[in-house]
């Protein structure tokens, strides 16, 4: 099997991940928020905070795209929240393995990135 499978094989896991992350952050608000309401804009805003954030400063075709330690500090947040917000919802096993699969997939991409 070739480098190159390798990689494309983890770059489509840190998308699943980028994915898991609006998840985790949906069911750790509808699953802490007070009352319907709070239920609802928890649910819903935490993800779309995290779609806005990606969206200007991770996603790698955006305008201000951050680079070196700026970019490794906003994927600590943005993966480290989903991480946090599975823990916190009740999760633990799923926010460790969570938290361990992306930095496995992150550090091979950061391995690979030159390669």
């Known amino acids: 099997m070739s480098l190159s499978l390798f990689k494309n094989m983890n770059l489509a896991l840190v ?5 898991g992350v609006l998840v985790a952050l949906g069911y ?3 699953h802490n ?3 319907i309401i709070g239920k609802i804009a928890l649910g819903i805003g935490a993800p ?4 806005v954030v990606w ?3 991770g996603a790698p075709k955006s305008q201000w795209h951050l680079q070196g ?3 490794l500090l906003l994927q600590i947040v943005f993966f480290g929240s989903a991480a946090l917000a599975l ?7 799923l926010g460790i393995v969570f938290a361990i699969l992306v930095v496995l997939a992150c550090g091979l991409a ?3 990135r030159d390669k």
């Open 110 to 112: 950061y391995m690979w």
């Open 55 to 57: 969206g200007i400063w």
């Open 48 to 51: 779309v905070l995290a779609i």
């Open 87 to 93: 823990y916190a919802a009740s999760q633990r096993l």
């Open 33 to 35: 928020g007070q009352g």
């Open 28 to 30: 750790w608000g509808f």
């Open 15 to 19: 998308f699943f991940l980028e994915l």
């Open 69 to 71: 330690p700026w970019y």
